[in-house]
């Protein structure tokens, strides 16, 4: 009886360490798999088109997912939303009161550029906008003779809000298309900044003059 004990002992010894050097990634039997996977699509994995589907219509019979984020959702860290939806008339945004007007109560959300920030800010502007407008904001870009049509930016800034800059930046306008795929809203608000110490100081205090005299306008209306 006591031989006996003792095999059996050494025998449950043995197989606790061969249980117990299992892989632990393997989390054996799942009594609830509902709670244990998700159905989740996960980022890049491929899908089984006879569950997923990424057409509106067939909600209800498959699964619904077309790789965009919900509406009115913003990633971490990212700032809120451009609030101005596009306008196809943009080309006669001077005679558009309400649009005009829209754009002048925006005010950029960044702090003032430290000299880190100026340094960042000018190197995104040297990469996405200079090759077109030229290093000075004007439009003596490499390749503004091969676009044609390439305004001067540091001849028009003076005269807009920094709401109808990012504008351009966030839509895009005549040649140009929109930049808010390759710039984050935060560097494309860098940008407007930059572009304003590339102003005469005469004509950042005109920007600002003219800014405030749009609001009140607005306001008055």
Not at 5 to 32: E, N, Q
Not at 180 to 189: C, D, F
Request: proline share 5%.
């Amino acid at each position: 009886m006591k031989k006996f004990a003792i095999i059996a002992t050494l025998i449950l010894s043995t197989a606790v360490v061969f249980i117990g050097c299992k892989d632990k990634r393997d989390p054996g039997r799942v009594y609830m798999p509902d709670m244990a996977y998700s159905r989740g699509y996960e980022t890049y994995a491929s899908r089984d088109s006879a569950v997923f589907t990424t057409d509106p219509n067939d909600v209800g019979h498959k699964i619904f997912y077309n790789n965009l984020p919900p509406a009115g959702t913003i990633k971490r860290g990212e700032l809120f939303a451009f609030t101005v939806a596009a306008d196809n008339s943009f080309s006669t945004i001077d005679s558009n009161v309400a649009l005009s007007g829209q754009l002048a109560l925006i005010k950029n959300p960044l702090a003032p550029l430290t000299v880190a920030d100026s340094i960042e800010a000018g190197r995104l502007f040297n990469i996405n906008c200079a090759v077109c407008h030229g290093a000075k904001a004007g439009n003596d870009g490499p390749l503004a003779p091969k676009v044609g049509g390439v305004k001067s930016i540091i001849a028009s800034s003076p005269k807009f809000s920094d709401g109808r800059i990012f504008y351009v930046m966030e839509y895009g306008q005549g040649n140009m298309g929109s930049y808010a795929p390759q710039l984050s809203r935060e560097q494309r608000w860098r940008i407007v900044q930059y572009i304003r110490t590339l102003e005469p100081k005469a004509a950042s205090a005109t920007a600002t003059s003219a800014a405030a005299k749009d609001t009140a306008t607005v306001v008055k209306k």
